[in-house]
Each structure stands twice: as C-alpha cells, then as structure tokens.
C-alpha cells in the first residue's frame, strides 16, 4: 500500500469567498501504480495533485488524511512536510518550460538543491548521469543553463531531477501538456521507464488527455466538481464505464493528442456546479440523463468489482 | 491552470461592478482618492477663496501663519495659503495633462508597435529606445530654455512627450501576448478593422494596466512639472508649488526662518504623489488579487 | 552577444545623433537672433569692444554665411575636438573648462549617491520581502521619499540640519574663506559641504530602489522555479538566494533607465546648496541666460548618461549568466 488518501477536503480561499475545490476525496494508489486523474478543467484534480506535495498560499487544507507508506502526512504543515518532499513524495509541475533557475547552470542548481537537502552531490552525479543517458540527454546539460535546452529537453531533465531521490509516489501535474505530441509520448514513457526500474514506485498522472492517461496508466481515476466519480482500471474506464459522467467523457472523446477540454462534452449540457457554494446530493444531477429522485442524496464511493468504485445511485 | 475559475459565467459588467464595489472597499484606495479629492477640492476653489491674487501684496511681511493668513506670507507679503491653494490647482492640471498626453502617446505607440509587428515595430521600438536612454530632464531644460514655456499646456506638452517610452515597451508586450490570444484571433478572422480589435478586443483586457498606468505617470509628470518651475522654467505668471519653492530659496527664507514659505508646496507635492502611489497599490490589489502570506 | 551589443549600440549612436542634432536646431530655429539677444539681456553695455569681440565670435561660430548642412557638419566637427564655445557669463573661459572645472563636484555628490542608495536600497528591499515588520516601515518611508521632490528634501534638509540645527554648511563645495588646497583643513570642509547634498540625493533614489527590490523578491519568490523548489523541499534561504539574483538583474537595468532621473536630481540639489558642481551650473546659465554654457553643459550631461548607459548594458552582460554564455537574441 503506497498512498492513502482518506476524506481529504481542500477549500481555496478567494476575495468572493470559500471555494470548496476538494470535498471529501478518498482513494489509493498501489505500490507499483501508475494512476491517471482526469476530470474537467475545475474539477479538482490540480488541487488535489498540489495537496499531497505542498499547498500554495490561497488554499487550506480542512480534513481528511494522506497516508505515504503507512506514514501520515502533515499536508498542511509546510515546514514539517518538508522532509517527505523530493525523497518520499516529488512532483513534475505542468511549467516544466520554466521550473528551472535561469541564471544557474543546471548542474549548479541540482548541485545547490541537493547540499541544501543534505546529500551529497558527488556522491549522486553518477547516478544522474545514467539517469540523463537513459532518457536519451547528454550529459552536458549539467553545464548549461535551462535558455539553452528545448522544452521537451527541459521536461526530461525536470523529471530526472525530480525522481533523483527514488521517491516513493511522483505526482506528475499536466507534465505533457506544454509538449508537443513526440515530446509528449517521450516523456510518458519515461515515466513508466522509471517506475518499472523502480526510480519511483507509484505515480499520479494529472491530465487533460485521457488517452495520454490510457497508454501509460494503470488506473484511471475521473474526478467531477471537487469529488471522485469513478476509479477503475484503465481498460474498464475507457471501455466499460459505469458513472454517466465518466460515459459521457468517453463518448465524446477525440482522436489521440487533442484534449477533451478544448471541446464541450458531447450529449451533456450545461457546465459543473459553482464551488463556492456545492449543492448538496449528487453533483453531476443537473447534467445527468439518468438523474432521479434519489440523487437529491450524496451516493457513497463503492467498490462495485474488484478496483472498480463508481460514485452513482445507478450504477450500484 | 487553477481550480478557482469561476464556475458560473460572470458578464463583463457584473465584473466591473464588482472591482468598483472592491476598489471602493480597499482601504489603501479611499484613503488615496480622500487626499486627492481633499486637495483638488483646495486647488479648485483656489480662486474663491480670497479676493487676491497669488503674487499679490497683500499683508505684512513675513509673518507666521495667523488667522488672517493661515499659512502665513512671504518675504515681500504674500498670502502663502493663496499661493498653495493655486499651485495645487496647477499641479493638477500638469498632472491629468502631462500624464494623459504621455499616457496617450505610450499607448498608441505600444499597442499599434505590438499589434502589427515587423517593420513598423523595429521602427517604433528604435524611437521608443531612443527617447527611453535620452536624459528626459536635461532635454526638458533645453527646450524649456530656448523655446520658452508660456501656458500649464506647454509645459504638460513638452513632459508628456518625453515621458512615454515605458509605457509604449509594457504595452507593446502586452498586446503581443493577447494578440495571439483566441478572441483576438476570431475578430480577425471575422474580419473586423485592426483599430477597432484593439478599441474592443484588447484595449478592455489591458484597462486595468492602463489605468495604473496613468496614476504612475500622473505622480511622475508632477514632480517634473516642479522641478522646472523651481528652476525658474515654468509658465511665467503662473503660481506653482515648484515656483513656490524657487521663490523661497531665493529670498533666502532658509535662512532667515519663514520655514512657513517652503514647508507647504514640498508637503502639497508628497501628499498628491504619495496619494497617487497608495492608490495605485490598492487598485493594483484590488485588480491583481493574491492573497500573499507573509 | 554581438546582435544584443550590436542592436544597443544603433540605440546610443541614434540617441546620441538626436541629441546633437536637437541641441544644434533650438537656437538656430528660434525667431530673432539668438546671439544678440542674449547679449542684450546682459543689460547694459558697458564694453563694446568686447561686446563686439563675443558677436563676431558666435557669429563665426555659428557660421550663418554658410550653407545649413555645412553648419550641422561644421558644429560636428567642433565637438570631436571637445570644443562647446566659449560661455559668455564668464568670457572668454571655454564651456569646456568651465564644464571640466564642475565635474568632479557632481561626479562626487552623483558616484556615492548612486551607488550607495542602489547596494543598500536592494538589501533593505529585499529584507523587506521576508520579512512583515520591515515591510511595513520600508513600504511607507520608500514611497513618501519616492514622492519627494529632489529640491524639497534638500531644503528640508538645508533647513533642519544645517540652519536650524547648525550642524553642516548649507551652501558652496567649501568654506568661503578656504582656498583649494591639501590640507586637513580643506578636506574637512569639502567633506562637511559635501554631506547633505549627498544625503538628499541618496535619500530619495534609495526609497525608489528599495520598493522595486521588494516588488521583484515577492514577484520571483512566486515565480515557478521558485515553486518547483519549494516542491522539492528545498530550504527558503536557498530560494531565497536564487529570488534576489534573478531579481537583481532588472535592478541593474533600472538603474541606466534611472540615470537621466537621478541626474536631474542632481541639478536641483546643487541648486538649493549652491554646491559647484554642472547642477549648479544649469542654474547659473539659466540666470545669466548664458545659453551656449548651458547647452554645452547639458549636451556634456546627456553625453554623459549616455555613456553611463552603455557601461551598464556592458555589466549587465557580464552579470546575466544568459548572455554571459554567449546565447543569441536574448532580449535585455
């Protein structure tokens, strides 16, 4: 058992008021999984991805547990989580492009992370070096500076850094999205290249692309107005989905490479529910061609098949 | 990409309403607009105020301020209070003008700069290069001093148009980015008039940005307006707050302690400049909002 | 490199080309005669022989009997041989040596002012960042001395400091009753006349330089990079080494931008000090309406700045990594 993540409740705080981003979310990630998060733009999946690593400076973390290795995290308490980052749980940021210092070169600046962390960097430079051979980068990028290397190198190299430590969950937020559709699959295939030789043991893939999310997930998980619709394996989601939303997702899914996001969902009108104040029951009940009475009430997260859990009064 | 969009679709004028009802809520903007108002409230009743004029003898010489003359007279018998409340009035007007011609001026050369690109770009962007390292201020002197300033207009021509190359290189990159943006792209395609895409397309996105724009320039061209009139190269015949101060020094009022003379037009400047800044931090909240923890 | 250098150098030679050539056009375009009326308004004439000596020198000068580009050329040619005429308020001393004679005065007041009010207004700035209490008293203080005029503060300071406290002398480079010299003496007093005009000066540019500091420490701090660090756990003194470089580079840029500004402050301080120095100078011109001295100063000052400019695009690329190394089409 890798991550655990239980009710875990995250509410962003704007000028117009709480905006209630993750509401009671609970789900796991196996020792070994690669696990896709998709969902509309809104949905809650980069909100969720920023928790487990750090907060940023609008959101509060209001209940729930995350559990790394039976450890539990202090999500909320930036100074203490600072020892689980990088070595435990790391992150590949969707800014790629520019997550790395501009006016170090990038040796230096792995070098400076790395002493400030208390590693040695002699001591790993080989390491990083065969890690650079094997995503396909020359070792010189060490001596330049980030202006220098080309946006799909940029992302290798943030992956390669991010997963130097061998942690045990990588959490991967958009990684691909900045990328074009070779540097796209490139970086993919790095991921499950690492998680395979065992660089990371379980990975999140947030994105927008549910079939990027197919070719390297093992399970996907469909995330709908701040809660979880659907987790299932890969196959089982994208063939045979049981949430109406998760259907409608699927059936409106294009060809590879474009992002379901650039075109409204097909077959269902409307848009998500405000977050600033959710309704209660079932949030995707305006939406829903299936919707009944019994949606007014929240349906629980049940397993309804071995790793197939659906939040639906239908599918039950 | 952020989770905190605003799920339900928000119309442009609820959208202006609500910064107006944010901006008049932020305690940085009142306590700006409060000054400023205060101060050109003087300024403008400036000429009610007495039945004499700025350079007018009109009392004893060189008393400390008293009832009859609240911020006391000058050397030669001047009511200070008159001269402040009209350079005040003429510090305004420097500024709105100065600052609107620079802004105008910046803004056209940035937004035409960025929105057709190439030739006419590299040929703005030199002239914006050329006039950004010119030392605006020893020019100012020049021209001032040959051509001779003879009205508040001329001199607000003359520093707004050395004031605007900052503004034409922001605006320049600002329109480079949203021309490229989709709404932008559609109203080209639907083949609306490149003046009126940036009129109604990307002249709204940058209003806020203009705006602050305009405050900064306002503060700036005040404080240029005084200096040359402290040198003497202001409007002749036209009380200023720089001119105040010149008059001052000259008199040797340092010296002889009618601190009453200087004090008032350096306080006047700092409190309308000052006011402008602190205004322009709380719109800036207030447009740019971020909750920053400290 | 060469493209950056190359681009910055066509902006100072058309810079340079414009200020020439606008200080060549004023007086030749203005109506009436440029040369008599500025002797008229020396009042009365009390030697014309030597009046007479001054019109038939600028009249030379300015070399009406030829054609106009000759004119432009010929005033060219001048100015390479360091020639700005002679100044008519003192005649016949050069504008040259008059200019010479004031430049160390305002280069000592301008050097420290500049350089000292930029080093401590980016520490303080960038402490300010960090840290809430010094925030909230830098903050304020920045931005009333930022909406300072230049005169004013050197009168506040003239006034309190030197009149009313008696502390420092209030006007000259050095006592009235002193003759240049190296002396103990001398230099005391060069010192003690030097330190206000100093102080305003620094003041108010050190209240500009530490709000942007602190502006651009908050806007790296939220930067990405500084974000993917945080994420990785590193320390905040780490992040915070790398927010204050990348944030002293545009700093750097400001400061040739600021240049012209802190100039023009300069002018007005040694105005209200009576400090010998080109500032003051300006003044005087204007008064004695000795419009060759006051053009050769200021084409001297705008020269000047100008260079100054590019002596800092040069550090600037020796302190940006990125063009350090040599990269193509980096925009500054």
């Not at chain 1, 079932?282 to 049940?302: H, S």
């Not at chain 2, 203009?210 to 005040?222: D, M, P, T, Y």
Request: net charge neutral; proline share 6%; charged share 15%.
């Amino acid at each position: 058992m890798s991550l655990q993540v239980d009710g875990l409740r995250v509410r962003y705080r704007t000028l117009r008021g709480d905006v209630h981003a993750l509401d009671g979310v609970t789900f796991e990630v196996a020792d070994g999984e690669i696990m896709g998060l998709v969902g509309e733009s809104g949905c809650g999946k980069t909100t969720l991805a920023k928790s487990l690593i750090r907060l940023d400076g609008r959101m509060q973390y209001v209940d729930g547990v995350v559990e790394l290795d039976g450890v539990k995290l202090p999500i909320d308490d930036q100074h203490a989580m600072n020892r689980f980052r990088f070595t435990q749980i790391s992150f590949v940021p969707q800014y790629a492009m520019s997550a790395l210092n501009p006016i170090r070169k990038i040796g230096k600046m792995i070098a400076e992370l790395l002493e400030s962390r208390g590693f040695d960097y002699k001591s790993i430079q080989p390491e990083l070096e065969r890690r650079l051979d094997l995503v396909g980068l020359p070792r010189d990028v060490l001596r330049r500076y980030p202006i220098e290397l080309s946006g799909g190198m940029k992302q290798r190299t943030v992956v390669v850094v991010s997963t130097l430590l061998d942690p045990s969950l990588l959490v991967a937020d958009e990684a691909t999205s900045a990328l074009d559709v070779s540097n796209q699959k490139a970086v993919a295939e790095t991921l499950v290249e690492f998680r395979d030789r065992r660089f990371v043991r379980s990975v999140i893939v947030v994105t927008h692309d549910i079939s990027l999310g197919y070719q390297i997930a093992d399970t996907i998980m469909v995330m709908y107005a701040g809660k979880q619709a659907e987790k299932a394996p890969a196959e089982v989601i994208v063939n045979s989905p049981r949430h109406p939303y998760t259907q409608a997702l699927m059936s409106s899914l294009p060809e590879v490479g474009v992002r379901y996001e650039d075109r409204r969902l097909a077959g269902i009108p409307g848009s998500p529910p405000p977050l600033l104040n959710p309704p209660s029951g079932c949030r995707f009940r305006d939406r829903c061609p299936l919707a009944f009475d019994q949606c007014a009430e929240e349906p629980p997260f049940v397993e309804i098949a071995t790793g197939h859990s659906v939040a639906c009064w239908k599918a039950a | 990409m952020t989770d905190t969009r605003p799920l339900k679709p928000i119309t442009a004028d609820a959208r202006r309403a609500e910064i107006f009802r944010l901006a008049l809520g932020n305690p940085k903007v009142i306590a700006g607009l409060v000054i400023l108002a205060t101060l050109l409230a003087l300024g403008l009743a400036a000429p009610l105020l007495s039945g004499h004029g700025p350079s007018d003898y009109v009392g004893p010489r060189a008393e400390p301020p008293s009832a009859d003359f609240w911020f006391g007279t000058t050397l030669f018998g001047q009511d200070v209070f008159v001269q402040f409340a009209n350079g005040i009035r003429s510090t305004y007007v420097v500024g709105l003008l100065a600052g609107g011609i620079g802004a105008l001026v910046g803004m056209t050369v940035g937004f035409v700069a960025g929105y057709r690109g190439g030739v006419v770009d590299e040929i703005l962007s030199m002239i914006t290069n050329v006039v950004l390292v010119l030392p605006a201020f020893a020019v100012l002197i020049i021209l001032a001093a040959y051509v001779g300033i003879d009205s508040v207009v001329h001199q607000s021509v003359f520093i707004g148009a050395f004031s605007w190359p900052w503004v034409a290189r922001a605006v320049r990159a600002q329109t480079f980015s949203l021309r490229s943006r989709e709404f932008v792209d559609l109203a080209r395609l639907t083949g609306v008039r490149p003046l009126t895409i940036i009129r109604t397309e990307i002249g709204p996105n940058m209003g806020s940005y203009l705006l602050l724009v305009f405050i900064v320039l306002f503060g700036g061209s005040i404080l240029t307006a005084a200096s040359l009139d402290f040198l003497g190269l202001g409007p002749p015949g036209q009380m200023s707050l720089g001119l105040m101060m010149n008059q001052a020094l000259q008199s040797s009022a340092l010296v002889l302690g009618i601190w009453w003379w200087f004090l008032p037009p350096g306080i006047g400047i700092v409190l309308i400049v000052g006011a402008l800044y602190v205004t322009n931090i709380g719109l800036d909240d207030v447009f740019n909002p971020k909750l920053r923890k400290m | 490199m060469g493209r950056y250098f190359g681009r910055k150098s066509i902006v100072y030679a058309l810079t340079c080309i414009v200020a020439v050539t606008i200080n060549w056009l004023v007086p030749r375009f203005m109506p009436g005669d440029p040369v008599l009326q500025m002797l008229i308004s020396r009042g009365p004439d009390t030697n014309p022989e030597q009046t007479a000596v001054i019109m038939d020198y600028y009249n030379r000068l300015f070399g009406f009997d030829v054609p106009l580009w000759q004119q432009y050329l010929n005033y060219w040619g001048a100015l390479f041989k360091g020639d700005l005429g002679v100044s008519v308020w003192l005649f016949p001393t050069p504008v040259a040596d008059v200019v010479l004679r004031a430049l160390p005065y305002t280069l000592g007041l301008l050097l420290p002012a500049i350089l000292l009010s930029w080093f401590l207004g980016n520490k303080v700035g960038a402490m300010a960042a960090r840290r809430k209490w010094l925030d909230n008293s830098v903050l304020p203080v920045g931005y009333v001395l930022t909406a300072t005029p230049y005169m004013w503060l050197a009168i506040l300071l003239a006034w309190s400091l030197g009149i009313v406290a008696g502390i420092f002398p209030t006007a000259g480079g050095y006592g009235f009753d002193l003759q240049p010299a190296v002396s103990w003496e001398f230099a005391s007093s060069l010192a003690m006349h030097w330190f206000l005009p100093f102080l305003s000066l620094f003041l108010v540019a050190f209240g500009g330089w530490a709000i942007g500091m602190r502006n651009l420490v908050i806007y790296e701090l939220e930067s990405d990079y500084a974000n993917y660090l945080a994420a990785l756990g590193a320390p905040p003194r780490l992040i915070r080494r790398y927010a204050f470089r990348n944030a002293i580079l545009p700093q750097v840029t400001g400061l040739a931008l600021q240049l012209g500004v802190l100039v023009g402050g300069s002018i007005l301080t040694e105005v209200v000090f009576a400090y010998p120095g080109l500032g003051n100078l300006v003044f005087q011109a204007l008064l004695h309406r000795d419009f060759f001295l006051l053009q050769g100063v200021v084409l001297f000052i705008v020269i000047g700045v100008l260079v100054a400019n590019f002596v800092i695009d040069v550090v600037y690329v020796l302190v940006d990594p990125r063009t350090r190394a040599g990269m193509q089409g980096v925009s500054a």
